[in-house]
């Protein structure tokens, strides 16, 4: 009788043990609400706990998600999971760095929630995570064309947001500096319904190179560290090339002085030109790390001409077909320096300030500034043999000669030291001819 009283309770109590295993589950942690345009900080304090984060979406809405680590060794495997108001999972990603769910629509309006753990369940720590939407992005900060703004990342995996009206058959132009993120920077361009146009990432220096717009309303950046793992500050800046907002006027034949007030400042210079007509150009900067960048856009923003050098940037002819204004970019390509730099240009069809010439003339002049071209003009027969010589009395000084014919076709170009010749040209037709020096 014992004996069957004992083999009875033994076999009970794993009854007992093998029901509570069963129903042992994840720990959840307390729910933690989250809205657009924020970030928090969490940890997970146990192996297998799950924190819920909660947010109000509406049908339409188009959300960014991202976590990472912030214990500063990636101890955790980020994972999240996007679940709608009535529990359907809709997204998730894992990632032993920067989980991110990319662009997910909402198709419901209600409460939504985000599930964050640690994927393999197994490792505790502390995390950041991120909620934004972007068409339009909330809590964003306002950028004008000809803005340049500083602005910060304080935690990781935050989002900034920059928005601007743009208007459909516009182009822009953009530069984003790196001053302080250690895993660089990642640039984000959305239209007003919330589609990628453009994504780019770099180590100290981002450029989106003449965007063309589409659709008029409110365009957005998106700004993160790459990898969503460092905190640092940063600069961004934005010009219309077809509109642009601060300009200068540019006289033909003038050397132009002017600085970057940053290392991804844009100068803007316009000038106004008949469909034809043509340009020659000349621009250095004064500091040595001074890469400089030449751009020239037509009236309607396209980009009709780039070059950049370190030194004198001597461009070429640079035909003009469409009558209206013109625009001249300055920038420093590696966006490095705030130096100053000058410029000059000159129309080919119609020089301003030239000098007249002719056969057998001689003339002495000088050259005020290191970029100046003096410019000659004079008449010739189809078939005309000529020589011109030039001579410099300074002997640091290495002149060089270029002959144009009135379209801006270049027809000859040599450099020498003190003493620069061009023998026997060959004119190929009548007309007036121009001379740099």
């Given at each position: 009788?014992?004996?069957s009283?004992?083999?009875?309770?033994?076999s009970?109590?794993?009854?007992?043990?093998?029901?509570?295993?069963?129903f042992a589950?994840?720990?959840?942690?307390?729910?933690?609400?989250?809205s657009?345009?924020?970030?928090?900080t969490?940890a997970?304090?146990?192996n297998?706990e799950?924190?819920?984060?909660?947010?109000?979406?509406?049908?339409?809405?188009?959300?960014i998600?991202q976590m990472h680590?912030t214990?500063g060794s990636?101890?955790?495997?980020?994972r999240?999971v996007?679940?709608?108001?009535?529990?359907?999972?809709l997204?998730?990603?894992?990632s032993?760095?920067?989980?991110?769910?990319?662009?997910v629509?909402l198709?419901?309006?209600?409460?939504?929630?985000?599930?964050?753990?640690?994927?393999?369940?197994?490792?505790?720590?502390t995390?950041a995570?991120s909620?934004?939407k972007?068409?339009?992005?909330?809590?964003?900060?306002l950028?004008?064309?000809?803005?340049?703004?500083?602005?910060?990342?304080?935690?990781?995996?935050?989002?900034?947001?920059y928005t601007?009206?743009?208007s459909?058959g516009g182009?822009?132009v953009?530069?984003?500096?790196?001053?302080?993120?250690?895993?660089?920077?990642?640039?984000?361009?959305?239209?007003?319904?919330?589609?990628?146009?453009?994504?780019l990432?770099g180590s100290s220096?981002?450029r989106?190179?003449?965007?063309?717009l589409?659709?008029?309303?409110?365009?957005?950046?998106?700004?993160?560290?790459?990898?969503?793992?460092?905190?640092?500050?940063f600069?961004?800046?934005?010009?219309?090339t077809?509109s642009p907002?601060?300009?200068?006027n540019?006289?033909?034949?003038?050397v132009l002085t002017d600085s970057?007030?940053?290392?991804?400042?844009i100068?803007?210079?316009?000038?106004s030109?008949?469909?034809?007509?043509?340009?020659l150009?000349?621009?250095?900067?004064?500091?040595a790390?001074f890469k400089?960048?030449?751009?020239?856009?037509d009236?309607?923003g396209?980009?009709i001409?780039?070059?950049?050098?370190?030194g004198?940037?001597?461009?070429?002819?640079v035909?003009?077909?469409?009558?209206?204004?013109?625009?001249?970019?300055?920038?420093?390509?590696?966006?490095t320096?705030?130096?100053s730099?000058?410029?000059?240009v000159?129309n080919?069809?119609?020089?301003?300030?030239a000098?007249?010439?002719?056969?057998?003339s001689?003339?002495?002049?000088t050259t005020t500034?290191?970029?100046?071209m003096?410019?000659f003009?004079?008449?010739s027969?189809?078939?005309d043999?000529?020589?011109?010589?030039?001579r410099s009395l300074d002997?640091a000084?290495?002149?060089?000669?270029?002959i144009?014919?009135?379209?801006?076709?270049?027809?000859?170009?040599?450099q020498?030291?003190?003493?620069?010749r061009?023998?026997?040209?060959?004119?190929?037709h009548a007309?007036p001819?121009?001379?740099?020096?």
């Amino acid at each position: 009788m014992n004996n069957s009283i004992r083999v009875w309770s033994l076999s009970f109590l794993l009854m007992l043990i093998s029901f509570s295993y069963i129903f042992a589950g994840p720990e959840v942690a307390d729910t933690v609400a989250i809205s657009y345009g924020e970030t928090k900080t969490g940890a997970i304090s146990v192996n297998g706990e799950v924190d819920i984060f909660q947010f109000n979406g509406s049908v339409g809405d188009i959300v960014i998600i991202q976590m990472h680590s912030t214990n500063g060794s990636d101890s955790l495997d980020s994972r999240i999971v996007l679940n709608s108001p009535t529990g359907t999972s809709l997204n998730k990603s894992q990632s032993r760095g920067l989980a991110r769910i990319d662009r997910v629509t909402l198709n419901e309006s209600g409460v939504y929630e985000i599930q964050v753990s640690d994927g393999g369940n197994d490792t505790t720590g502390t995390y950041a995570i991120s909620l934004q939407k972007i068409n339009p992005p909330v809590n964003s900060t306002l950028v004008n064309f000809g803005d340049l703004l500083t602005d910060s990342l304080t935690q990781f995996t935050e989002m900034k947001t920059y928005t601007f009206s743009g208007s459909s058959g516009g182009i822009i132009v953009s530069q984003i500096l790196n001053q302080s993120l250690s895993t660089g920077i990642q640039v984000e361009l959305y239209d007003p319904n919330g589609l990628q146009i453009k994504k780019l990432a770099g180590s100290s220096f981002v450029r989106t190179d003449t965007v063309h717009l589409n659709v008029t309303g409110t365009y957005s950046f998106l700004i993160t560290a790459i990898s969503g793992a460092s905190v640092g500050s940063f600069q961004l800046t934005l010009e219309s090339t077809d509109s642009p907002s601060i300009t200068r006027n540019l006289t033909f034949g003038q050397v132009l002085t002017d600085s970057l007030s940053s290392p991804i400042g844009i100068k803007v210079f316009q000038f106004s030109a008949t469909a034809g007509e043509a340009i020659l150009s000349q621009a250095k900067g004064i500091s040595a790390n001074f890469k400089i960048r030449f751009e020239v856009f037509d009236p309607s923003g396209e980009l009709i001409y780039d070059q950049s050098t370190t030194g004198l940037l001597h461009s070429a002819s640079v035909p003009l077909n469409t009558t209206g204004t013109y625009y001249i970019f300055i920038t420093d390509f590696n966006a490095t320096s705030t130096a100053s730099f000058a410029l000059f240009v000159q129309n080919l069809n119609l020089p301003v300030g030239a000098i007249a010439t002719s056969y057998g003339s001689a003339h002495n002049d000088t050259t005020t500034h290191a970029i100046q071209m003096r410019t000659f003009t004079f008449n010739s027969d189809s078939g005309d043999v000529a020589t011109v010589i030039t001579r410099s009395l300074d002997p640091a000084f290495r002149p060089a000669m270029e002959i144009y014919d009135s379209t801006g076709v270049l027809l000859r170009h040599v450099q020498d030291n003190t003493v620069t010749r061009i023998d026997t040209i060959t004119f190929p037709h009548a007309g007036p001819f121009i001379l740099f020096v």
